[in-house]
């Protein structure tokens, strides 16, 4: 089965950085574009980035220039690299992927930001 595996959450000051690890297995890894999202207390789960299996990279609009998603298919491993992190970068970020029509999910880790 389909299993995300997320890693690398933690707490942070304004202004610093974090990166995030998803490990994936149960799918074809290069054969699948890869996304973060992330979900604030009281808010919808929004898209942060993507990346599609020729590493072709899009980030939502209030994260471009700061995060930058990557992938490495040899580790079946899709990162986030988070710079700048700001207070509104709180949440719990969320690895996901579209495979045989289905979106799976990881289970989450947290990001606090504190200023």
């Known amino acids: 089965q389909v299993q995300l595996v997320e890693s690398g959450g933690g707490l942070v000051k304004s202004g610093g950085s974090l990166r995030l690890s998803c490990a994936a297995s149960g799918i074809l890894f290069r054969s699948n574009a890869m996304a973060w999202y992330r979900q604030a207390p009281g808010k919808q789960r929004e898209l942060v980035a993507g990346?599609?299996?020729?590493?072709?990279?899009h980030y939502a609009d209030s994260v471009r220039g700061r995060f930058t998603i990557s992938r490495d298919n040899a580790k079946n491993t899709v990162y986030l690299q988070m710079n700048s992190l700001k207070s509104e970068d709180t949440a719990v970020y969320y690895c996901?992927?579209?495979?045989?029509?289905?979106?799976?999910w990881g289970q989450g880790t947290q990001v606090t930001v504190s200023s």
């Open positions: 996901n992927v579209r495979a045989s029509d289905s979106d799976y």
């Open positions: 990346i599609t299996i020729a590493a072709f990279t």
